[in-house]
C-alpha cells in the first residue's frame, strides 16, 4: 500500500481521524491483498495522509515566516506507507484513540527532518 505524501499544492482534506482508526482500517486491507487498491478505504486513508502532510506543510510556512519551524524538510518529503505506518504504530496503543492522523504526520516529519541545531 503506498501512501506518498503530497507537496504543499496538493488539494486534499484529511488528518482527522484517529491513528486506531487509521491503522485498523490499514490493517484491514491490507489483509485484502491486491485487492485492497480497488476499496474505498484505500482512498480514504490515502487522502487523510496526504490532507495531513498538506496542513503541515500550510503549518511550516507560518512557522517558517515566525523564524521557528518545527522541521526543515525538502520540497517533496520521501515518505511510503511503511514509514506512515511505522510512525502510526509508534503511539502506544492506550493513546492511539486520542492522536489524530494529522498529529502524526507533524510527529513524523519533525523526527525526519530536524531543523540543523536540533
Known amino acids: 500500500m503506498l501512501l506518498a505524501l503530497a507537496p504543499a499544492g496538493a488539494s486534499a482534506q484529511g488528518g482527522a481521524m484517529s491513528v486506531a482508526t487509521f491503522l485498523a482500517k490499514a490493517d484491514a486491507l491490507r489483509a485484502k491483498g491486491p485487492f485492497a487498491l480497488m476499496s474505498s478505504d484505500y482512498k480514504l486513508l490515502k487522502a487523510e495522509v496526504t490532507g495531513a502532510a498538506q496542513?503541515?506543510?500550510?503549518?511550516l510556512?507560518?512557522?517558517?515566516a515566525a523564524g521557528r519551524p518545527s522541521s526543515c524538510p525538502p520540497a517533496r518529503a520521501p515518505f511510503n506507507s511503511d514509514d506512515v505506518m511505522a510512525q502510526m504504530r509508534s503511539y502506544p496503543p492506550t493513546h492511539r484513540a486520542q492522536t489524530s492522523v494529522a498529529t502524526a504526520v507533524a510527529d513524523l516529519f519533525v523526527a525526519r527532518y530536524p531543523c540543523g541545531g536540533r
Do not use: L, S, T
Open 61 to 64: 510556512k507560518g512557522e517558517q
Open 55 to 59: 496542513a503541515y506543510r500550510v503549518r
